[in-house]
């Protein structure tokens, strides 16, 4: 029998902020929409009680809420919104093309400019097919791999957190209700920096496996010699090479993480940091593999991402900005050198108050994420609600330290101030317990079982 949970609103909060309007409106979107939200990174239960839980507008790196509360905010857009928010060159370009018409019977001379782009800015990739969301384009990917091998079953890395929301990942996760057993089985999961367990999944599955599915790096480097190693076993093998750059894109480089690391995949998709928040994601790759989507060859026809915004022209329009401006405006730069300016800080007050691996700060400056730890060193949740409750009190929203092309130095600055009066609540709550500090409920990971 179904399990039901009631949504409740938010208790109150005792500081100056106030969420009243947030609270009346959070149970009408959890009566309107399943979960509240339309992506689950976004949802309550990934925030404390006292958070803003909609968002009316924003400029820059600032949101304000709708009850008007102004937060300097992090990782915008689940990493989408790169320049900033209402970015005003991407916004006119948009508008400019949806006056012409946004989709058509037959294909807009856009869809060429933007092909030709995407595919200048990724080197060694020949076409590239777009589409609206990382999901589609990552499962593109997978079938193509499959049609051009003859092989049905796929590896993917099973250190990192996401690769679609279609059946071929998700039944991997907690998560999978829904999802029959035999798509779950044709997944198989290798572990990052480890050769020797995708040289098994190899052997096990002698002459079975289409691709090899990865992020070139999340929170991990790799080792020296690692990505090099893995795309020689895949050709070997005679699986395709397959890059996720929905996070590393336009971020670790304008040419992505296998720019950054100079080593090129078969097939790669990108998303995400593409259009500045627009919908626009794109699988690109070599013509030899990508032509089986085509209509001008003898083998079996694939069906390759047709779907019907997939060329929407305001969001190529507002590709093609985007990656201009990334590149006239060396933003990529500007990402590292401000998440190195905010490391430093987080890292000198994390130093200065005793947390040093308590709150720790990982991956590459244009991609900080953190961790909360417990007194023990061991992962806690509760520490983590505490953290963003306390950065949110301070005005900084902040599910991660992931930096835009408008976070200025004195927002910045703020971020460190904010961190170092949250910290000081941490330290606190380190010694008397976290439940004492807290004002409502802990957060939950996404991929679970049950609420
Ligand atoms: C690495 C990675 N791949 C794929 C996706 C899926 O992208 P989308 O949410 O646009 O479907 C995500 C989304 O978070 C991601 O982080």
Sequence with gaps: MARSKKISASSPMSDARSFLKSRELQLKTHALIPGGAHTYAKGDDQYPESSPVLIARGKGCHVWDVDGNDFIEYGMGLRSVTLGH????????????????????????????????????????????????????TTAAVKLARAYTGRDLIAICGDQPFFSTDDWFIGTTEMNAGIPRAVIDMTLKFRYNDLQSLRELFEQHHGQIACVLMEPETATAPAPGYLEAVKDLCEAQGAILVFDEMITGFRWHLGGAQKFHNVLPHLSTF????????????????????????????????????????????????????????????????????????????????????????????????????????????????????????????????????????????????????????????????????QRYLTGRPVKPVNRKFN
């Excluded at 970015?87 to 019977?105: K, L």
């Excluded at 037959?106 to 969301?133: C, H, Q, W, Y």
């Excluded at 985007?322 to 590292?336: A, C, K, Q, S």
């Excluded at 244009?366 to 417990?374: A, E, M, Q, S």
Aim: include cysteine; glycine fraction near 8%; hydrophobic fraction near 45%.
């Design 86 to 137: 209402a970015f005003e060159p991407v916004v006119e370009a948009a508008y400019r093309q949806m006056q012409h018409g946004t989709n058509f019977t037959r294909p807009a001379e856009i869809e060429i400019a933007a092909a030709e782009a995407m595919l200048e800015t990724i080197s060694g990739t020949d076409m590239v097919k777009f589409a609206k969301n990382g999901s589609d384009v």
């Design 271 to 434: 998303g995400k940091a593409m259009g500045n928040g627009f919908a626009v994601a794109a699988l690109v790759g070599k013509r030899e593999i990508m032509r089986l989507g085509g209509i001008d060859h003898d083998q079996n026809r694939v069906f390759l991402l047709s779907t019907t915004h997939g060329a929407e022209t305001h969001a190529l329009a507002a590709a093609i900005e985007t990656l201009r401006t990334y590149r006239d405006r060396e933003v990529v730069e500007f990402l590292w050198a401000q998440g190195e300016r905010l490391s430093t800080g987080i890292n000198q007050v994390v130093a200065r108050r005793g947390l040093v691996g308590k709150l720790q700060l990982l991956g590459r400056p244009c991609n900080l994420v953190y961790r909360t730890n417990d007194a023990a060193g061991k992962p806690s949740q509760a520490l983590r609600t505490l953290f963003l409750q306390e950065l949110i009190r301070g005005g900084v929203l902040a599910p991660s330290f992931v930096v835009s092309f408008s976070h200025s130095d004195e927002d910045i600055d703020r971020t460190i101030e904010v961190v170092d009066c949250a910290l000081s609540v941490y330290a606190r709550a380190l010694e008397d317990g976290v």
